[in-house]
């Protein structure tokens, strides 16, 4: 079996239940293990974040690796640091608030083991409160053709669920600054360097999300940040005039809408 790392990172806010339902769900419950597991503690956690993950050192020992951070950098900073610790050509992103389901590892490593790709996704479903109440999917294309189309409208890789090659991020730089779009960015930039995508079409992470993340990408704030990513990848020539003012006109009015039509799209777009 080929060898892989799980890359995560944990800040003061996450719930310790949480995260450790998230390391359950990647060694406990999985058909094949990771070989290691790289940890970024992205600034100084709470004491009980602390515990919960002495617990599960104590129990992993070398496979799980700690990198702790002084002060919080962000998502994607903390992850360019983690992956310079990962070992392995293969590294599985998760969310420390997330739900890998148990055949998740070993069908992605089986489509890196008979295609040429680089970068392998699936769909995620979601839930609210109760992880066997599922509320809807995010569903994305199969083929690498038709995942780089759907890139011009959406995000075609559902990042709670990658598993990607060390080698194509180093490749781009890793991720960068772009607020609220930073794994969006990271697609892009990949898709211009050649990259190969491929998405399995079932839900492998179950993902804690529902109406209110959609809610949380709404306002001036986040119109304003969306709308400079928009333009960087008009300059990266990912999009023409005619794709840059489609996606202006489509997308930007929809987050200073109320929360009430915001969420009716949210559901019309992820329908179970």
């Known amino acids: 079996m080929i060898k892989f790392s799980v890359l995560m990172s944990i800040y003061y806010k ?15 419950e999985q058909s094949v293990k990771p070989d290691e597991i790289i940890l970024v503690q992205d600034g100084i ?38 992956i310079k610790y990962c ?13 890998s389901l148990p055949n998740r590892f070993e069908k992605q490593l089986d489509i890196f083991k008979n295609n040429d790709i680089d970068v392998c996704s699936s769909w995620v479903s979601e839930f609210d409160n109760d992880e066997n109440c599922v509320v809807s999917y995010r ?46 960015y990271l697609w892009v930039r990949i898709i211009l360097n050649d990259g190969k995508f491929y998405n399995l079409q079932e839900p492998l992470v179950n ?6 993340q959609l809610e ?13 990513f928009l333009y960087e990848l008009k300059k990266l020539h990912f999009f023409n ?14 987050r200073i809408m109320p929360k009430k ?10 329908k179970t």
Do not use: C, Q
């Not at 974040?49 to 104590?58: A, G, P, Q, R, T």
């Not at 306002?219 to 709308?227: P, Q, R, S, T, V």
């Open 14 to 28: 996450e719930k310790p239940e949480y995260f450790n339902r998230a390391m359950k769900s990647i060694w406990d």
């Open 45 to 82: 956690l709470t004491v009980e974040l602390d515990e919960v993950i002495k617990i599960w050192k104590e129990k992993l020992g070398d496979v799980l690796e700690i990198i702790p951070l002084d002060k919080n950098l962000g998502l994607g900073d903390a992850l360019n640091e983690g």
């Open 87 to 99: 070992s392995n050509e293969l590294i599985a992103r998760m969310d420390t608030d997330d739900i």
């Open 139 to 184: 569903k994305v294309p199969e083929k690498n053709d038709d995942i780089i189309s759907y890139t011009k409208i959406r995000n075609g890789i559902n990042h709670p669920a990658v598993m990607y090659k060390k080698l194509v991020l180093e490749r781009v730089g890793g991720y960068k600054k772009m607020m609220w779009f930073e794994d969006y």
């Open 207 to 212: 993902m804690r999300a529902g109406y209110g």
């Open 216 to 228: 949380r990408r709404s306002g001036i704030n986040y119109m304003l940040n969306e709308l400079n």
């Open 241 to 254: 005039w005619f794709d840059f003012s489609i996606s202006i006109i489509i997308k930007l009015p929809i």
């Open 261 to 270: 039509i915001i969420k009716y799209i949210y559901k019309f777009m992820r």
